[in-house]
């Protein structure tokens, strides 16, 4: 008989909870799925998405996070071009660099070290698309708040979530082999902490990432005959000013619809100085620095600020992930790795791959 090498054995279907459907929770799950794993995922807000968040108005949407993500590892390429195809294009931001208060620029249409992509219609599309399958399996529980992480009663082998959801209402979903943690660092030490899983939970407090006021202000005027649009004729700025770091012309993104509407990020220290401040206020002297920059001097018909708490990763772990085989317990995410879209995908990529 001739010989035949023994085909290796696929890894035993594991039951697996991820906490977060964020980017890296919904790159996570999506790829232990695939690799024949039962996933649940939980996820605290109303639907997926994280930080690459949609707000609606009456004016049209606003991305209030992540403005546009991209795509430098083929890993990344790969998903969007087999599992996303058209879905995102190229935003041609024309970003410019304001230099001053004033809103001087030192040159205009500055090309981008990578392209800018954004999905079309809305900044969620994407990770509603990846995370469709999930939900239709019953798979995906939204506005559900895991609030601790302990054994389980029944099997001290694996792991029980506590839960909270809409309307105060509490459960415990048990039986998971594994918990990965695909939320920002500070509630994932947290959750880690509770758990008694110190070492890792020490780990992921080692990161630091700090906050961010968004404004979103809708300028319906602008589309009356005649009148293109408000302001400056650049789309994007990284700006020098103390309170702004960034604008952006949401009408400029591909599908986004026509009103103009412009979503401004505060800077990095001033949205720490003013982290308690009142929104009304924040609102009040962000509108300011917005017309300062860019002569913008038309009251908005829509003017709506959203606090981030964890926003941009100051200083990254240092590797792509946190896992602990013989507890059980990962953790994931941009926090990980830097504080691009691209980051958090991967992060969440490596902890499945490692776990599968």
């Known amino acids: 008989m001739p010989f035949s090498p023994r085909r290796p054995q696929p890894p035993a279907s594991r ?3 991820v906490i977060g459907a964020g980017m890296a929770g919904i790159a996570c799950a999506r790829t232990l799925v695939q690799a024949g794993h039962r996933v649940t995922v939980f996820e605290q807000d109303a639907a997926p998405g994280g930080r690459m968040a949609t707000e609606d108005s009456p004016f049209g949407s ?11 590892d083929q890993r990344m390429a790969l998903a969007l071009d087999t599992t996303a195809p058209g879905l995102c294009r190229r935003w041609s931001a024309n970003t410019v660099r304001v230099l001053d208060t004033q809103g001087r620029v030192a040159a205009a249409g500055l090309p981008p070290r ?5 999905p079309a219609r809305r900044m969620d599309a994407l990770l509603r698309h990846w995370a469709a399958p999930l939900a239709d399996a019953g798979a995906l529980y939204t506005s559900t708040r895991v609030r601790t992480i302990a ?12 839960t909270s959801g809409a309307e105060g209402s509490s459960g ?14 500070a509630p994932a030490a947290e959750l880690l902490r509770g758990a008694r899983a110190t070492a890792l939970a020490k780990a992921a407090g080692g990161s630091e990432v700090a906050p961010c006021w ?10 009356q005959p005649g009148l293109s649009s408000l302001g400056p004729q650049w789309n994007a700025a990284r700006s020098t000013h103390h309170r702004i770091a960034w604008l952006a012309r949401e009408s400029s993104k591909p599908g986004r619809g026509s009103i103009e509407r412009w979503t401004v990020q505060a800077s990095e220290a001033w949205s720490r100085e003013h982290f308690d401040d009142d929104a009304e206020r924040v609102c009040a002297k962000m509108l300011r620095a917005f017309s300062e920059v860019t ?12 606090r981030w708490r964890d926003a941009k990763t100051v ?26 879209v691209e980051d958090a995908f991967l992060s969440g990529l490596e902890l499945a791959l490692q776990v599968a």
């Open 295 to 306: 002569g913008i001097r038309a009251a908005p018909a829509y003017a709506v600020v959203r």
């Open 214 to 223: 968004s404004l979103m202000l809708a300028f319906p005027q602008a589309s």
């Open 315 to 340: 200083k990254p772990l240092g590797h792509s992930h946190l896992w602990d085989r013989q507890a059980g317990l990962g953790a994931c995410g941009d926090w990980c790795l830097g504080h691009r």
């Open 62 to 72: 606003f991305d209030s996070g992540a403005q546009y993500f991209t795509v430098r």
């Open 114 to 118: 990578d392209a800018h992509w954004v």
């Open 15 to 17: 039951s697996i909870a």
């Open 151 to 162: 054994r389980d009663t029944l099997d001290p082998r694996r792991w029980q979530l506590h």
């Open 172 to 185: 415990v979903v048990a039986g998971f082999d594994a918990v990965l943690l695909a939320v920002p660092a």
